[in-house]
């Protein structure tokens, strides 16, 4: 295995120990932060990285994918960085590269369900139109912002906590399925693989339920933080 690979396996798998560490730190608090920002940093390298090694394997699918996840990131860090009720030139500029990524991905769809094994460099074109729907959303949700002139509330934490949990999610696949050859024999096709994927999925449900049906997060409802219910909706935010 090359070296730049194992940089990105090793990206990865720091992703993913910061992603689920987030959940277990208070927001505010100065360990929330440093595993919050090594989150952000270690999944930017992961991603970036991966679609530039994408390109020698070939495998165009994951070049796409790898940019997707980059994208997810980026944009839901800057979510909350960003001043509620406000965009500029990045939001603009992101939303017109996942416009691009949704549409190359689903001409590579489209392309993979002509070949005679409905693949694209190994990828199956249903895994690849599932790519191209989460892209579609996050363009849609994009363009619907920027016609808003911004987002705040309840919303604007949901737009970040959707894309880093999808994120988080695409690397939980990516390394628990797709880097098996890493792992110890004994796990190698164990349906054990399937326990942190499934975890992050509950994870993603579970705090989009919570911001969406509860009164946390709507403007009558105390500050946010200031209440355990405030604190434990914060958990995963940046």
């Not at 590579?108 to 094994?117: C, D, H, I, L, M």
């Not at 054990?192 to 993603?204: D, E, H, N």
């Given at each position: 295995m090359s070296p730049l690979m194992m940089i990105h396996i090793t990206a990865g798998g720091l992703g993913l120990l910061s992603g689920f560490g987030a959940l277990a730190f208070r927001k505010g608090e100065p360990l929330h932060r440093a595993v919050g920002t090594l989150f952000f940093g270690a999944m930017l390298f992961m991603s970036g990285l991966g679609a530039i090694l994408a390109v020698f394997l070939p495998n165009r699918p994951t070049v796409l994918i790898g940019?997707?996840?980059?994208?997810?990131?980026?944009?839901a860090w800057a979510t909350v960085r960003r001043e509620e009720g406000r965009i500029g030139r990045f939001e603009v500029g992101a939303?017109?590269?996942?416009?691009?990524?949704?549409?190359?991905?689903?001409?590579?769809?489209?392309?993979?369900?002509?070949?005679?094994?409905?693949?694209?460099?190994?990828?199956?074109?249903?895994?690849?139109f599932?790519?191209?729907?989460?892209?579609?959303?996050?363009?849609?949700?994009?363009l619907r912002m920027i016609r808003r002139g911004g987002v705040t509330g309840a919303p604007r934490i949901a737009r970040?906590?959707?894309?880093?949990?999808?994120?988080?999610?695409?690397?939980?696949?990516?390394?628990?399925?797709?880097?098996?050859?890493?792992?110890?024999?004994?796990?190698?096709g164990s349906p054990?693989?399937?326990?942190?994927?499934?975890?992050?999925?509950?994870?993603?449900t579970f705090w989009m339920l919570r911001v969406k049906f509860t009164n946390a997060f709507k403007p009558e409802a105390t500050a946010?933080?200031?209440?355990p219910r405030g604190r434990a909706a914060w958990l995963f935010l940046s």
């Open positions: 940019l997707l996840t980059f994208y997810l990131v980026a944009t939303a017109l590269a996942v416009i691009g990524v949704a549409a190359a991905l689903f001409i590579a769809g489209w392309v993979a369900t002509q070949s005679p094994k409905g693949r694209m460099d190994q990828i199956p074109n249903q895994v690849i599932v790519f191209a729907t989460v892209a579609t959303i996050a363009a849609a949700t994009d970040h906590l959707w894309r880093m949990c999808v994120a988080l999610l695409i690397a939980t696949t990516s390394f628990f399925l797709g880097q098996q050859k890493v792992m110890p024999e004994v796990l190698q054990i693989l399937f326990v942190p994927i499934v975890a992050s999925l509950g994870l993603f946010l933080g200031e209440t």
